[in-house]
């Protein structure tokens, strides 16, 4: 397979440019593969090693970078320092110098780069197409067995959030509890068994807990006006903000066309700030939102009283407010199940789905095997297996992955 991958797919110096984007214009941009071009690249995994650190795998687009070199990341906008270049061959490593257009390399040294980050020159900020990950779909608290491992417990859950995208570590501000989020059951056991046998940190877990989130039904417009004295000095700002429901699966959007003439342009980034800082607890039901649209149509701004604190504030509660008045409504997590039964069992099979809110997608008969494919609720599934080895005579089995967040059936 792999010598056919050799023989057939284009070499990257063969493919046609792809595109970026600039980050000061939001403009599109071509990147050609050549190793002449400014340095450009993207990091596409993070692994961690016991004696080196983070390991970041990077596949260049552009240019060459040389170990020792100080590289810049666009999505951090900080600067980082090369100390290793390493080729991997299973766990196996050679140490190169240097790494160039159409290469894949491992770059020890970085500490804040993230997977789908780009590295690329300071002086021409263009970010490759970022990495879509999805959203976490169940969540549970995890506390450490014995007091003393509670911050290498939290030391090994940022080691693994980093290493893999879809896992999230979040505390309880409430209660202090520390919530780990997957995309199942199986995701998190296979981390937590992980923990124990990589790290050897001992952990408590509780029960699954379907990770719920919010959005709107309509639009809306608010205006909202944030002024307060603070140690004897005025803050003040206004904002009218649009909020709009987007398709499932597009995320969350902030835009705006204010002019730098009218609204200094860290007083729109404060703003900006303030209404994805509010996006992480939704104003309905204090869920995370998503596929929310937000725009900002106007300012109100102040030489004298408008500061950066102010226009924060007023982004967070405009937020807040406008999502209020737009129908809140709970998104839950919905699986694609595929259930594998004898035909002699399919009949109680399917009414069980139903009977969990499923909808049946189709019916496919094979060799002395029904395949049910259906849309469940994550919600619905819980204890599923036990169900299914009662129903089938331990004969069923079944395998089920993520498809869409959906509104929350009352």
């Known amino acids: 397979l792999l010598d056919a991958v050799v023989e057939y797919l284009p070499a990257p110096d063969e493919l046609q440019e792809i595109t970026g984007i600039h980050v000061k214009t939001e ?25 080196a650190g983070s390991l970041c795998f990077i596949r260049m687009y552009s240019g060459t970078i040389e170990k020792g070199e100080a590289l810049f990341n666009i999505n951090k906008r900080k600067r980082e320092r090369v100390h290793r270049l390493m080729r991997m061959h299973a766990n196996k490593s050679t140490h190169i110098e240097t790494l160039s257009a159409g290469d894949i390399a491992v770059v020890v040294g970085f500490k804040l780069a993230q997977t789908g980050d780009t590295i690329g020159s300071e002086g021409f900020q263009v970010a490759l197409e970022a990495i879509t990950f999805p959203e976490p779909v169940i969540s549970v608290a995890i506390e450490p067995k014995t007091y003393s491992e509670g911050n290498k417990l939290k030391e090994v859950l940022d080691i693994l959030a980093k290493e893999d995208p879809t896992f999230t570590v979040k505390e309880n501000t409430d209660t202090g509890q520390l919530i780990i989020s997957g995309m199942g059951e199986l995701h998190l056991d296979v981390l937590v068994t992980r923990m124990t046998k990589e790290f ?9 807990q379907v990770s719920y989130h919010e959005s709107i039904c309509r639009e809306y417009t608010h205006t909202e006006t944030y002024h307060k004295v603070l140690g004897g000095k005025e803050h003040q700002a206004g904002l009218t903000i649009k909020v709009m429901p987007m398709p499932r699966g597009k995320g969350n959007t902030v835009t705006g066309k204010i002019s730098k003439a009218k609204l ?65 409504a709970i998104l839950e997590p919905v699986m694609i199940v595929d259930v594998f039964s004898p035909a002699d069992f399919v009949g109680d099979v399917i ?39 009662s129903i089938t005579q331990g004969r069923g089995t079944f395998a089920m992955e993520f498809s869409h967040f959906a509104k929350k059936q009352s």
């Open 27 to 51: 403009k599109p941009n071509e990147v050609t593969c050549r190793k002449e071009a400014a340095y450009r690249g993207i990091v596409f995994k993070i692994q961690n090693d016991k004696e």
């Open 200 to 208: 050897g940190v001992e952990a408590k877990v509780g029960k699954p």
């Open 264 to 328: 200094p342009e860290e007083m729109f980034e404060a703003a900006v700030r303030g209404i994805k800082n509010a996006m992480g607890s939704g104003p309905g039901f204090g869920y995370p939102t998503i596929d929310i649209s937000v725009e900002i149509l106007a300012a109100d701004y102040d030489q004298q009283s408008g500061s950066e604190l102010a226009f924060e504030a007023a982004g967070a509660m405009g937020f807040d407010a406008a999502c209020r008045a737009a129908e809140p």
């Open 351 to 389: 009414g069980n789905i139903t009977s969990r809110g499923g909808i049946i997608q189709s019916l496919t008969s094979k060799t002395a095997i029904e395949h049910v494919r259906a849309e469940v609720p994550l919600s619905q599934m819980f204890g599923y297996s036990t169900t299914l080895r």
